[in-house]
C-alpha cells in the first residue's frame, strides 16, 4: 500500500513538473507569438549604443571590441564631444558653429566593430567605376563652388582637392544632371539644398544619426505589419509592409520608402524592398537600390534587423548591416510625440531669403558676391572620430 502510494504521489509531482513546464512554455511561446499564431515583434524598439558603419581597417575581420577597447573609445569619445570648438569670434567658420555638439545624443559604444557585417572586414564594398566617376564629378562641383569663400583660403578640410581664387567660380549657374540630395554653396531654390535641411533625410535603411534618437514602433495585424521610425530630429516615417503575397509594384511607379512586400520564415519577417524613388538616396544607391530586410526576435526584449543592400550601379557586390535593438517600456513611452521637422522647420526658408539678401546687396554695390561666403560645409570644420581614425 506504501510503494502503490509512493508510486501515486511520484507520479502525481512528475505530472505537475509536465503540465508546469508546459504552461511556462506555452507563456514563453505566447509572449512572442501573436493570439493569431505569427512571431511577435511588436513593441517600441531603440538601440542603446553606438557602432559604426564601418570597421577601422586596423580591427581587420575582428567583429566584437573588448571590453577595455569600449572603455577607452568611450573615454575619447567623451572628451571630443565634450571639448570647446569655437574659433576666432565673428568669423564664418564661428557663425557656422552655432550648432554644435551640445545638441547631439551620445551613447556608449557597442560591442560590434562595425554594423557591417559581411565582406567579412566589414568594409562597405568597392564602388564600381562609373560610380566612382559620378561621385568624383559631384564633389568637384561642389568644392568649385566654394573656391571663393574663406573656407579654401584657409585650406580647411572642407575644401580638400580644391583651391582657393577669388573669381567666383562659373559654374555657379549651372543646372545639376542629377536630382540634388546634398549640400552646395547656393541657394536659387529650394531643391539647392539638401534633403536634411529640407526634412526629407528620413529613408531605408534607417539608421539614427548623431542628433537624435532610433527608434522603431512596431504593430501588427493578422496579415498586415506597419513600422514607424523616429530617427534623427525629426525624421520620422511610417512603412506599411504588403504582406498578401503579390509582386512588386510596376517599375514604373517610385517610392520614397520603396516597395516593401514581406512574408514569414519561421520567426523571422522577410522584406524585400525595390521601387525607391531617384531623388531618394542612399550612399549615392537611388532608383537601384533593392534592400532585403530580416527582423527577428531574439529574445523576450531583443530584436534583431538585418539588412542586405544591393546596388550593382554602385557597389561590386551586395553588403549586410546588422543591429540590435531593446525593448522599451510601453507604459513610460504610452504617451508619443510626433516630431515636427517639417512644421518647425524655420531654418530653410531663412536659408533661401538670406541668399535674396545677399544678391540684393551685391547688385546695390552694398555687399560681398555671395559666393564668397560659404553657406553649405557648415558647423566647425571637421570632427576627428575615434570610430574611423
Given amino acids: 500500500m506504501t510503494t502503490r502510494l509512493s508510486g501515486l504521489v ?25 493570439a493569431w499564431g505569427e512571431p511577435d515583434l511588436q513593441g517600441i524598439w531603440t538601440t542603446q549604443f553606438d ?50 555638439s551640445e545638441f547631439m545624443s551620445v551613447k556608449r559604444t557597442g560591442r560590434r566593430t562595425s554594423l557591417v557585417v559581411d565582406p567579412p572586414d566589414g568594409r562597405v564594398p ?15 562641383f561642389r568644392i568649385d563652388l566654394l573656391r571663393s569663400t574663406q573656407t579654401c583660403k584657409s585650406g580647411s578640410t572642407a575644401c580638400a582637392g580644391g583651391k582657393y581664387d577669388p573669381t567666383p567660380s562659373p559654374r555657379r549657374d549651372e543646372a545639376l544632371t542629377r536630382y540634388n540630395t546634398a549640400r552646395m554653396n547656393r541657394h536659387f531654390g529650394p531643391e539647392d539644398g539638401s534633403l536634411g535641411d529640407r526634412c526629407l533625410s528620413g529613408g531605408l535603411p534607417g539608421f539614427g544619426g548623431a542628433y537624435g534618437g532610433n527608434f522603431r514602433r ?10 514607424v521610425y523616429d530617427i534623427d530630429q525629426g525624421q520620422a516615417f511610417q512603412r506599411n509592409i504588403v504582406m498578401n503575397g503579390s509582386p512588386h509594384l510596376p517599375s514604373t511607379v517610385r517610392q520614397w520608402f520603396g516597395d516593401s512586400r514581406g ?26 537600390l533593392h534592400l532585403v530586410e530580416r527582423w527577428r526576435r531574439a529574445g523576450p526584449d531583443t530584436l534583431e534587423y538585418t539588412v542586405t543592400v544591393d546596388d550593382p550601379t554602385v557597389w561590386t557586390k551586395p553588403w549586410t548591416m546588422q543591429e540590435e535593438f531593446t525593448r522599451q517600456n510601453e507604459k513610460e513611452n504610452r504617451i508619443y510625440y510626433e516630431p515636427r521637422c517639417h512644421e518647425g522647420n524655420y531654418g530653410f526658408p531663412s536659408l533661401l531669403l538670406s541668399a535674396r539678401l545677399a544678391e540684393k546687396a551685391y547688385a546695390a554695390g552694398t555687399g560681398p558676391h555671395p559666393a564668397t561666403k560659404d553657406n553649405a560645409t557648415d558647423f566647425v570644420g571637421v570632427e576627428e572620430n575615434p570610430f574611423v581614425r
Avoid: C, M
Fill in 126 to 140: 568597392a564602388l564600381t567605376p562609373e560610380a566612382r566617376e559620378r561621385a568624383a564629378a559631384d564633389r568637384a
Fill in 51 to 100: 557602432t559604426p558603419l564601418q570597421r577601422n581597417v586596423k580591427y581587420g575581420t575582428r567583429e566584437f571590441f573588448t571590453e577595455e577597447e569600449r572603455t577607452k573609445l568611450d573615454q575619447e569619445r567623451a572628451a571630443l564631444i565634450g571639448r570647446d570648438k569655437r574659433v576666432e569670434r565673428g568669423t564664418e567658420l564661428d557663425v557656422a558653429g552655432a550648432y554644435n
Fill in 218 to 227: 512596431i504593430v501588427q495585424t493578422p496579415g498586415g505589419v506597419s513600422i
Fill in 263 to 288: 512574408h514569414w520564415e519561421g520567426d523571422t519577417l522577410v522584406i524585400d524592398v525595390t521601387n525607391f524613388s531617384p531623388k531618394s538616396d542612399y550612399q549615392g544607391a537611388r532608383e537601384n
Fill in 10 to 34: 511520484a507520479f502525481v509531482v512528475v505530472a505537475v513538473v509536465i503540465v508546469v513546464a508546459v504552461v511556462t512554455r506555452g507563456q514563453e511561446a505566447g509572449a512572442l507569438t501573436t
